[in-house]
C-alpha cells in the first residue's frame, strides 16, 4: 500500500477508536466466535512468551470447568479473562489461566472488572495464579485483590525462560 493509503487507514482507525471511546465497556460471556480476537490480542500481549492460538480458546471455552468473560465496546472485544476451577468435589479451588487487555485500552480498569468477574465465580475459593516476575501491571493488579506471592517457579515460561510467581488468594 502507498504512504498516503497507509495514512488513510491510520486515520480511519484513529476515528473508529474514537467513536468507541465514547462507548461504555461491557463485560460478558467469551464465545468461540471471539476465538481468533482473543489470539489476535495475545500475539501482541504475550508477543515472545508462545502466545494461544484461537484453538487453545476454543479448547478453553469448550470445557465446563472453566469460566470465560469478555470485556467489549461495541462489538470489539477488547479484553478477556478465564479461569478454571480445580478438583471434582468442594471446596473447590481455582486457578486463573489467562486475562489481558488490549494495550490500546489498558490503566482504564477493564482488567480489575475482568479479575473482579473471574473472582466471583471463584467465590468462597481459594484461587492460585502464574506470573511472570517482571509484570508490575499484573501483579500490582493481583495484589490489590488480595494475591500474596508464595513461591517462585524458575524458567516457568518455556520459550523467553523467565521466571513466574505462584500467587495464591485465599478463600473469601
Ligand atoms: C495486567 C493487565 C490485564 C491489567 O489490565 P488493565 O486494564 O490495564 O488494568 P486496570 O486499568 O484495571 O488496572 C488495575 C490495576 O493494575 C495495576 N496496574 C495497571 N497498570 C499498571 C502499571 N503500568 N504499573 C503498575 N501497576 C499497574 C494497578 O494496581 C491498577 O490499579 P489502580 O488503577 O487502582 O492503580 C494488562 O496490563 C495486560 O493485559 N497486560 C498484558 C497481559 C498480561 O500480562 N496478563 C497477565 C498475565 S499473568
Redesign the pocket.
Given at each position: 500500500m502507498t504512504r498516503a493509503g497507509d495514512d488513510a487507514e491510520r486515520r480511519d482507525e484513529e476515528e473508529r477508536r474514537m467513536a468507541l471511546d465514547l462507548e461504555p465497556v461491557i463485560l460478558g460471556a467469551l464465545t468461540r466466535a471471539d476465538a481468533r480476537r482473543c489470539a489476535e490480542l495475545e500475539a501482541v500481549?504475550?508477543d515472545g512468551d508462545d502466545p494461544w492460538p484461537a484453538v487453545a480458546f476454543e479448547r478453553e471455552l469448550a470445557s465446563g470447568r472453566n469460566h470465560y468473560v469478555g470485556a467489549r465496546i461495541g462489538d470489539l472485544l477488547v479484553?478477556y479473562a478465564g479461569i478454571s476451577r480445580l478438583g471434582r468435589v468442594a471446596l473447590f479451588e481455582y486457578e486463573?489461566h489467562?486475562?489481558?487487555?488490549d494495550?490500546a485500552?489498558?490503566?482504564?480498569?477493564?482488567?480489575?472488572?475482568?479479575?473482579e468477574e473471574l473472582l466471583e465465580f471463584a467465590d468462597g475459593g481459594v484461587v492460585f495464579?502464574?506470573?511472570?516476575t517482571d509484570?508490575?501491571?499484573?501483579?500490582?493488579?493481583y495484589?490489590?485483590v488480595g494475591f500474596e506471592q508464595i513461591g517462585l517457579r524458575k524458567r516457568y515460561y518455556r520459550v523467553s525462560g523467565a521466571d513466574a510467581y505462584t500467587m495464591r488468594r485465599g478463600a473469601q
Open positions: 500481549l504475550f479484553g486463573v489467562t486475562i489481558g487487555v494495550p485500552y489498558q490503566g482504564r480498569g477493564i482488567g480489575r472488572r475482568l479479575l495464579l502464574e506470573v511472570r509484570n508490575e501491571a499484573a501483579i500490582g493488579l495484589r490489590s
